[in-house]
């Protein structure tokens, strides 16, 4: 079966720490673009870090900058969004998404670009 199942959301508290996971199942996700975003209550999805097929390219929007980190896994599968002193704003459903037309050192954070799959998200929390 393919799919795209992140995990690893939680409650936190400001300051914290989480770690949060997008792994691939049914093919490659390291043949693949993948981008994180976020939805919160009332707002509207918002693109936050991106990571190109080779790695060779991350990017971060202005909200997470210095405090979010996107790597890929060894093993092709996984993408790793390790996000640092959480804020209540970083409060949402944590998404990953996959595109294949990309370049190799290409990504974008733009929602509408990732159009092969989607994750079916993962809560996080940051409250005291």
């Known amino acids: 079966q393919v799919q795209l199942v992140e995990s690893g959301g939680g409650l936190v508290q400001p300051g914290g720490s989480l770690s949060l996971t997008c792994v691939s199942s049914?093919?490659?996700?390291?043949?693949?673009?993948v981008g994180w975003f976020r939805q919160a209550p009332g707002k509207k999805r918002e693109a936050i870090s991106c990571?190109?097929?080779?790695?060779?390219?991350?990017e971060y929007a202005d909200s997470v900058k210095g405090r979010f980190i996107i790597s890929r896994g060894s093993d092709k599968k996984t993408v790793i969004l390790e996000m640092n002193d959480l804020r209540h704003e970083d409060t949402a459903v944590y998404y990953c998404?996959?595109?294949?037309?990309?370049?190799?050192?290409?990504?974008?954070?733009?929602?509408?670009?990732?159009?092969?799959?989607w994750g079916q998200g993962t809560q996080v929390s940051v409250s005291a």
């Open positions: 049914g093919f490659t996700l390291g043949l693949y673009g």
């Open positions: 990571i190109s097929q080779n790695a060779a390219l991350t």
């Open positions: 998404a996959t595109e294949n037309r990309f370049p190799r050192g290409f990504c974008v954070l733009d929602a509408e670009s990732y159009q092969n799959y």
